[in-house]
């Protein structure tokens, strides 16, 4: 029997909701590689290059399967105890998480963590390792019927009232050529990276799963910028390597959509403003070179999408952005993940691009916490105020 979406407005906070679980993850984006690894942190020895770990540790002892199944990056973490002792753990030992995340790319994935569905602080107090800030919706001009009720940091990510966010349309075909699910863009649309359109963006993002979609809908697909970066063509490397990209805040109405239908978009207050961000950024941690771009949604098409480029949905920018953008969600460089309850995911925005896919939201309910992490953008934002705040009135 599938879950009926018409829930009251009291459940979604999901303190007390209690879904059945179903069967593991399975990924859907390649065929299986074969090539997983086990080992176990700490692991000086194999961290990324780039990566200086200084610190003592305390050991946080876990498991790491890395790569995942069927792709080139991202690591399932094995932990003992339930979620409370998991979250003690990670703040016992605040510097294992931030570089097994590193070492994986920049996602990972820790299951069984159902314990935060009734305890949601501990999905704030594990965000606090991966950075000094994580974000309180209340104060960053979030719509408030998608703010948990009692704990202002998580961001509710659901179909079903209040939020009443619909699942994204099924690409047309259903399937791509090989018979996966589709990544490739424009196959596959939706491709973004979390508050682009801020400066500073934000580092990290935690996708907890209260209540996922049924098996085999509902995926998170994921496309690395690190590997796609690396495996451009010399003559397109060089033309992103110091390109800049204009982003603007989905619903601003300067959507490609809009553009084409020749809307005229509305007048920006200070803080609304489309934000340029570099199209390469060097990751703070890592020093490795990442693509950074979205597509139709979160790119300005009025002024942009890159500046210094003709401007519009049929500019010499449209077109470079539709290239890039083919090139960096090959299913080389994608993973998409299985959602079981319980199932939390932590991804670096720094160098990963996300894309939701559909699920049958007129039959059943899904419900995600979020939560984000500021504090560690990269040298280019070093002393900017957030762009998005408005001004103090005079």
């Known amino acids: 029997m599938r879950r009926s979406p018409a829930r009251s407005s009291s459940w979604i906070p999901g303190v007390s909701a209690r879904p059945t679980s179903r069967g593991s993850s399975s990924p859907s984006c390649a065929a299986p590689s074969g090539h997983s690894t086990a080992s176990t942190i700490p692991m000086r020895g194999n961290a990324p290059e780039g990566w200086h770990d200084t610190g003592m540790r305390m050991g946080m002892n876990f498991t790491r399967e890395a790569p995942f199944p069927g792709a080139s990056f991202g690591a399932a973490l094995r932990l003992d105890g339930d979620a409370a002792k998991i979250v003690a753990a990670a ?59 009692s704990v202002p940091e998580i961001l509710l990510v659901s179909n079903m009232p209040p939020v009443g966010k619909a699942p994204p349309k099924r690409p047309d075909p259903p399937l791509a050529a090989d018979g996966l699910i589709p990544t490739q863009y424009p196959h596959r649309m939706g491709w973004h990276t979390d508050q682009s359109y801020r400066r500073p963006p934000p580092d990290i993002s935690l996708f907890y799963a209260v209540t996922p979609a049924e098996k085999n809908t509902g995926q998170t697909l994921f ?84 500046v210094g480029l003709e ?17 960096f ?53 070093l002393g900017e105020k957030k762009s998005w705040i408005p001004a103090p009135a005079v």
């Open 91 to 149: 703040e016992s030992d605040p510097k294992a998480l931030p570089a097994a995340l590193a070492e994986a790319k920049g996602l990972l994935l820790i299951q069984g963590m159902n314990g935060i569905s009734a305890d949601p602080d501990l999905l704030i107090r594990l965000s606090r390792v991966f950075g000094p800030e994580v974000e309180d919706y209340r104060h960053t001009l979030t719509n408030l019927t998608s703010v948990h009720v």
């Open 223 to 306: 496309a690395n910028g690190i590997l796609a970066y690396q495996a451009l063509p010399p003559a397109l490397k060089e033309k992103v390597d110091t390109l800049v990209g204009l982003h603007a805040q989905p619903g601003s109405g300067r959507s490609r959509e809009a553009a084409v239908a020749g809307r005229t978009p509305r007048v920006f207050a200070a803080h609304e403003r489309s934000q340029p961000q570099p199209v390469v950024r060097i990751h703070p941690v890592t020093g490795e070179k990442s693509l950074y771009l979205c597509e139709w949604g979160q790119m300005d098409w009025f002024e942009g999408p890159f």
């Open 311 to 327: 401007p519009g949905p049929h500019g010499a920018g449209a077109a470079l952005l539709d290239e890039i953008m083919a090139h």
């Open 329 to 381: 969600t090959e299913r080389r460089f994608c993973y998409a993940h299985e959602w079981t309850e319980g199932d939390l995911l932590i991804w670096d925005n720094r160098c990963l691009v996300h894309a939701a896919t559909w699920f049958d939201g007129e039959r059943e309910g899904r419900l995600m916490w979020r939560t984000t992490v500021h504090g560690n953008p990269g040298a280019p934002y």
